[in-house]
């Protein structure tokens, strides 16, 4: 039997985001998979797990209630799993913010003409701005959204993913928009600058390194996927969904140039999907996973190369352990 918690998985529109059409996939791949949801919301993750009832109604669906940004709420959940759960095989951690987002349009139509046009579109590098802001834990909300707190749940349901003679895999659902001068090791939680989410996204392709370095020993295997641009709530609030839809004759004549617009939450988890069917040993842990659809609507993964180094991986990993002794005392 497979058990799988996902993070982040909440109903929010008709639609859902890329988490919903993961676990629409895993069922369909598999009816007898086990999923646990680990939502913010008791009623959109009903919705969700009643919408996958739907069309999946013999599937086995537990919600578990997980704010993932405030480490109260990680720790009680990661208990409540615990008491569950015997074992985890998959732990999508899926959840993540990208608060006020701001687009420089000078920027944009520089970038049209700059011969960086592809660049642009598929990282969306330079376009974007964010505005932050301290949670009741004292932490920049982007960094316990998108890092921290995914980092404190690994850490808490060690025990489950770690068993002797069994191999278990953990899935950050990362972004091309991470970059390496977004993010600095004496800022981890980006307090100086206006771009968190890169920062965020930057620190979990490091902080995946640094899991498979400490964990791979004992069976737990860390990965790092890129969904591509997807229509859903988090890119509705960069810009308005009518606008979206509006140009999405233009985006489909941009996906012939970039694979990376695969627009759809079907096709963005292709990569999340893909990760599911392999071996975790045969991953390669410098290696992001991107879901990728061509002009023709043809979804595929491809591994990329991380911009990323064993030392920082390493330094960062250590300062979170730092970080968590010290929420620890507080909590
Ligand atoms: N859409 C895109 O183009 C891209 C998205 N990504 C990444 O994909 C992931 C999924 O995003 P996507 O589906 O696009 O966007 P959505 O906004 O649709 O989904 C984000 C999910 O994260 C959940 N979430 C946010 N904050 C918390 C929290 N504090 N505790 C628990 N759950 C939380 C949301 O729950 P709730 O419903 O309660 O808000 C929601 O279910 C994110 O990590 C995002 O950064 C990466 C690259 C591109
Ligand atoms: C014609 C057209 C497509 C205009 C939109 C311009 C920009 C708003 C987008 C171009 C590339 C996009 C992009 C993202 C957001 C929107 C753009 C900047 C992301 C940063 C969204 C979140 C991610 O994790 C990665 C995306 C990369 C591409």
Partial sequence: MIRSLHCGQDLKTVTGGIGLALCERLLSHDAQ????????????AEAARQALLVSH????????????????????????????????????????????PQVDHKAFYKGLFSGKAVHMFSTGEGLLTQKDEVTSDGLQQVFATNLFGHFILVRELEPLLCRPGNSSLIIWTSSSNARRSAFSLDDLQHKQGNE?????????????????????????YSSVICPGLVMTNLTYGILPSFFWTLIMPIMWLIRIFTNTFTLTPYNGAEALFWLFKQKPEALDPMAKYHSLTSGLGNNY?????????????????????DLEDAIRKKL
């Fill in 57 to 100: 109604p013999q599937a086995h669906i537990s919600l578990v209630q997980l704010d993932v940004g405030s480490m109260h709420s990680v720790f009680k959940a990661a208990q409540e799993v615990r008491q569950r759960y015997n074992r985890l095989d998959y732990l999508y951690l899926n959840a993540g913010i990208m608060p006020n």
């Fill in 33 to 44: 998979v086990q999923l646990c949801l680990a939502c913010r919301n008791g009623q959109r």
């Fill in 301 to 321: 993964t491809q591994p990329c190369k991380m911009d990323i180094d064993d030392i920082m991986a390493e330094t960062l990993y250590e300062k979170l352990l």
């Fill in 196 to 220: 968190s989410y890169s920062s965020s996204k930057y620190a979990s392709d490091l902080l995946s390194l640094a899991f498979n370095r400490h964990y791979n020993s004992k069976g737990l």
